[in-house]
């Protein structure tokens, strides 16, 4: 099992949807979860991160921990064209962070 | 916020040489930098872990003969590929750890990547 699962996609979706990602993750120890939006031949650049439960919001961009079920979700608002790109959750709960496999997300016009 | 570049962005090369790939923290200090590889439509695999001043952690499966990595200062790490050949042809990413940050989990910056081509 990997410690954390991420669905690959690809997610395809029209402009001005609410988009949905999630991943699961298997350590109960993991504290900190992190979002990071990577678009094509580019580093990843952190959108957002969360600290144990709970939800944090910034804008389009809203990310919920549920530890108990250990289940990471980011929520996209009004997505537009310009949010097509690959989104990997993250976990961190020392030194090394572990990311998902990433999702492929694509906003039509 | 923090930028780390590397260098080059794109590098094509013939089966058999070496190349460096250098990765540099702008405007921070970085004592811990992360080399990580991504093959297409897959996720970041870390190599290993750079230290200033020590020897890197390599992950389980990375030839640390190949794949040699130097962390001379607090705002540059290299990773070199010796003898490259074309499997190894890949996306490298590094990022580092922004020892003062205030955010509390060290985040991690990572630089825009070296797409290496091997022939």
């Known amino acids: 099992q990997k410690e954390v699962e991420q669905d690959p996609g690809p997610l395809s979706v029209p402009e001005g949807a609410i988009v949905s990602l999630n991943c699961t993750y298997s350590?109960?120890?993991?504290?900190?979860f992190m979002w990071y939006r990577q678009y094509s031949r580019k580093g990843p650049e952190l959108l957002m991160y969360t600290y144990s439960s709970g939800n944090k919001e910034d804008g389009r961009f809203t990310a919920q921990v549920d530890k108990s079920s250990k289940y990471i979700s980011l929520f996209i608002r009004d997505s537009q064209p310009s949010d097509s790109a690959t989104y990997l959750c993250a976990t961190t709960g020392g030194f090394k962070t572990i990311f998902g496999a990433g999702t492929r997300l694509f906003v039509k016009a | 916020g923090a930028v780390v570049s590397q260098h080059p962005s794109r590098v094509i090369c013939k089966s058999g040489t070496s190349v460096k790939i250098e990765c540099r923290s702008l405007?921070?200090?970085?004592?811990?930098m992360f080399w990580y590889r991504q093959f297409p439509k897959q996720s970041l695999m870390l190599m290993a872990t750079?230290?200033?001043?020590?020897?890197?952690?390599?992950e389980q499966g990375v030839e640390k003969d190949k794949f040699l990595i130097n962390h001379a200062s607090l705002t540059l790490s290299t990773l070199t590929v010796t003898s490259a050949h074309p499997e190894d042809s890949s996306f490298y990413i590094c990022s580092a750890r922004d020892t003062l940050g205030a955010i509390g989990y060290n985040e991690q910056f990572f630089g825009p990547g070296t797409r290496l081509t091997v022939l």
């Open positions: 750079s230290n200033e001043g020590s020897k890197a952690t390599y």
């Open positions: 405007d921070f200090q970085a004592t811990t």
């Open positions: 350590n109960s120890a993991f504290q900190y």
